[in-house]
């Protein structure tokens, strides 16, 4: 398996303005839905964890939970195109290793713990619909004593995941809800299934490239000169200025396209 995950982006907000990223893809307590609409079911996950499961009336399936946010499956017939490592912990200590966890606000190293607090922390339920058999779940995180002691700042995200038929749509809305700026990264960090032998990209050629390998301290700048990216053995290599639309070929039999938006 080979985990692909999205380019990130730096963002400064000032206060009561609001920040947009959109990916299309073609406490511990129990939270609740009063009313949830068709496709939308809470229930117990793994770990008794608060699991989110969509359904959509033309047949594809995702799965999300509540602590980190994270997406963890998607399925279009009875293929799951996400992946989840086989040593993922759900206890709602630790991140969750695989599907589509957030980074938030950081992503990577940096003064805060690696990839930020988002993904360690218990999102709430704002609502839920469903237009014409696809299912959309909205949920909330907001700044707590938790984030504070990373963080100072005031801060409501919104995440909606809308599914569709053979389309996976996810919106991350940051809002400042502090009196003063803040700047931020954050990513959705996606894990898909995938051949190593067989996995490839189309649509970075041209891209500035960052090769971490041999030393992730001293990346080794270049540029991509080649269609179709393959890998065959170990790569961490980061892709600047990347397009806004990317086409992975899983090695699988299926050809997946990345679309972003900011």
Request: with cysteine.
């Amino acid at each position: 398996m080979v985990a692909l995950s999205m380019t990130t982006f730096p963002w400064f907000v000032t206060p009561s303005n609001k920040t947009r990223r959109v990916n299309r893809y073609s406490g511990m307590a129990f939270a609740s839905i009063e009313n949830p609409c068709l496709g939308v079911k809470v229930g117990e996950g793994l770990g008794n964890l608060p699991r989110v499961t969509l359904t959509s009336s033309h047949g594809s399936e995702a799965e999300l939970y509540l602590f980190g946010g994270c997406v963890t499956s998607w399925k279009v017939g009875n293929k799951d195109l996400l992946f989840v490592r086989p040593d993922a912990v759900f206890n709602g200590q630790k991140p969750i290793s695989g599907g589509i966890p957030h980074c938030f606000p950081q992503f990577g190293p940096g003064q805060m713990q690696q990839h930020g607090f988002a993904r360690n922390m218990h999102w709430s339920i704002v609502n839920s619909e469903n237009v014409e058999g696809n299912p959309t779940i909205t949920l909330k995180l907001n700044d707590g004593p938790y984030s504070r002691s990373m963080w100072d700042y005031a801060f409501q995200a919104l995440y909606k995941v809308t599914l569709e038929k053979k389309t996976l749509l996810t919106e991350l809305i940051v809002t400042n809800t502090d009196q003063k700026p803040f700047s931020f990264t954050t990513a959705l960090h996606t894990y898909f299934s995938a051949s190593v032998s067989g996995a490839s990209v189309r649509g970075l050629k041209g891209c500035k490239t960052l090769n971490k390998d041999p030393d992730p301290k001293n990346p080794i700048e270049g540029k991509e000169e080649r269609d179709t990216v393959t890998f065959p053995g170990f790569v961490d290599c980061v892709y600047l200025d990347a397009p806004r639309e990317l086409l992975l070929d899983n090695g699988l039999g299926d050809t997946i396209s990345i679309k972003n938006t900011k």
